[in-house]
């Protein structure tokens, strides 16, 4: 019922910059929180950053002052600006949706869940 879908990734030099976009669709009423994962190979999942309906943000540690999270309310919409990459910046990124609201069609029931974008590669080279 209810999609995320990721675009923007791929390779920078070190120091460069990416910026991911993050698109959730369906028919959303509403969404709590939207943010950015990202897991390097053979390590666990890990908060990047994320930003509430009211535009409140939280970073990690390891990117605060280089990322900056943003969000689109009226299209669903996340983003992520990465700069001055670097190469432990390298993984695959997933956006999340919290506490997504909505109907199973157009005069439907509500509903309310978490949800996951299939990922999108990062690839940062020294």
């Known amino acids: 019922q209810v999609q995320l879908v990721e675009s923007g990734g791929g390779l920078a030099q070190t120091g460069g910059s990416l910026r991911l976009s993050c698109a959730a669709s369906?028919?959303?009423?509403?969404?709590?929180?939207m943010g950015w994962y990202r897991q390097a190979p053979g390590m666990q999942r890990e908060l990047v950053a994320d930003?509430?309906?009211?535009?409140?943000?939280n970073y990690a540690d390891s990117v605060q002052g280089r990322f900056t999270t943003s969000r689109y309310n009226a299209k669903n919409t996340v983003y992520l600006q990465m700069n001055s990459l670097k190469p432990e910046d390298t993984g695959d990124y997933y956006c999340?949706?919290?506490?997504?609201?909505?109907?199973?069609?157009?005069?439907?029931?509500?509903?309310?869940?978490?949800?996951w974008g299939q990922g999108t590669q990062v690839t940062v080279s020294s």
């Open positions: 930003i509430t309906g009211g535009g409140s943000t």
């Open positions: 999340n949706a919290i506490e997504v609201k909505y109907r199973s069609n157009n005069y439907g029931k509500t509903f309310m869940g978490d949800y």
């Open positions: 369906g028919r959303i009423l509403s969404i709590n929180t």
